[in-house]
């Protein structure tokens, strides 16, 4: 059984890697919300339909995650380098594709989802530059999964510092035009996304080739490109794909529903939304590592351990969160003001604030189970589970953003049915189904 400081040790690099990486959401919203409300608003529906993207790759990537960590539990360490590099040919031969269809099919997919015709035209420029990021991060994704299917998650600290200095440069330089760069606007935050994640892949590809002992696991060799192997990472991962993908794609529909009720209410959920996905960091931290700390110990034959982990994984995740909230409602006005110096602004995004704070408290126990389901390697049930939450939430959002056009703060309780459900589901699962025996 792994003790608090073996948790805390494979954690703590990816929270700081997470915590730097999102650098970059919060400096295009900073920066941003400094632009006007519009460009704002582009950056939140632009960005967001970036990421329902990016979650394929995403999801490809968990599934290769959960198979390296069980090779690498089992002690099968020349196993890793096929899953990695055939993942990896894979992934990127899907960011050409995608990249090509949303490159062309733009235009009608954002006037679709988009009334506002200054909303429109801002988003359309900055997704067509940002779209370019899909090059670069399809295959970054693929080393995050390499290196904590393997515990080596120090680098991902790294990487994330450089991605997020490249990020925080460029953003300054191009959306205002200074360093001896041209004013782009929207246009310069995501170009200054693109490069940053370009940065990111050259750091992993350096990395790898001078620190890891390649022979050891087995990446000194490509090999043919073996279908049979991307099918094996298909199977977990297909299910994690679409899941993910489902998740931010709700999250589109809740911002579409905002988009009706106005430029402003869309600023404000932007706000909050920014606020909202660095509370989620040591979260998303600590649910990585049960993934791959489940995975691990099934693979070394610990299968009657899982739940034990899990609960104190997510004591942990509870405790973290408590600081982190009561920071947020002790000093909403200076966390708010990152984002924006509109004082009108600040007052109406507090109170979402406080829904979110509320509906985080419930995330940190909720997500940790949730991917301790995903670690089993049964991520069709993990699939299943969203699905049956996500059902819940989007006839919500409907029905009380579309339908009631209730005020931002209202519409954001839809964070907190979310999280009850999916902390109660999984709860559910663990304890009645039977994953303890599961083949991947």
Known sequence: MYTNKEIWRVTYPIFLGLLAQNVINVTDTAFLGRVGEVALGAA?????????????????????????????????YRA???????????????????????YFSAAPLIRLLITSDSIYGATYEFFTWRIWGFLFAFVNVMFRGLYIGITRTKVLTMNAVVMALVNVVLDYALVFGELGLPEMGVR??????????????????????????LKK?????????????VLRILRISCFTMVQYFLAMAIWFVFFMALERLGQRQLAVANIVRSVYVVLLIPVQ????????LVSNLIGAGGSSGVVTLLHKISRMSFLI???????????????????????????ESVSALYVVCGAMLIASLANVYFNGISGTGNTQAALVLEIFVQV????????????????????????VIYYVLMLGSSLIYLKKAKWQNKKI
């Open 188 to 213: 310069g935050a995501a170009l200054a996304s693109v490069i940053a994640e370009a940065s990111s892949l050259l750091f992993f590809l350096l990395y790898t080739y001078y620190k890891v002992d």
């Open 285 to 292: 931290a600590l649910s990585t590592t049960a993934n791959t």
């Open 44 to 76: 939140a529906m632009g960005g967001l339909l970036y990421i329902c993207v990016y979650t394929i790759a995403f999801g490809f990537s968990v599934g290769s995650q959960i198979l390296i960590a069980r090779r690498n539990g089992e002690g099968n």
């Open 80 to 102: 890793v380098g096929p899953i990695m590099w055939q993942g990896t040919a894979f992934s990127f031969g899907m960011a050409v594709c995608l990249l090509i269809l949303m």
């Open 217 to 229: 696991y087995g990446l000194n060799r490509f090999g043919q490109f073996d279908l049979s192997m």
């Open 321 to 347: 969160m408590v600081v982190c909230v009561g920071l947020c409602v002790a000093f909403p006005g200076s966390i708010l003001s990152v984002y924006t110096n509109e004082e009108a602004l600040l007052v």
């Open 392 to 415: 819940f939430y989007a006839l919500y959002i409907i029905v009380v953003g579309m339908v009631i056009q209730a005020p931002v703060d209202v519409c954001f309780t839809t964070e």
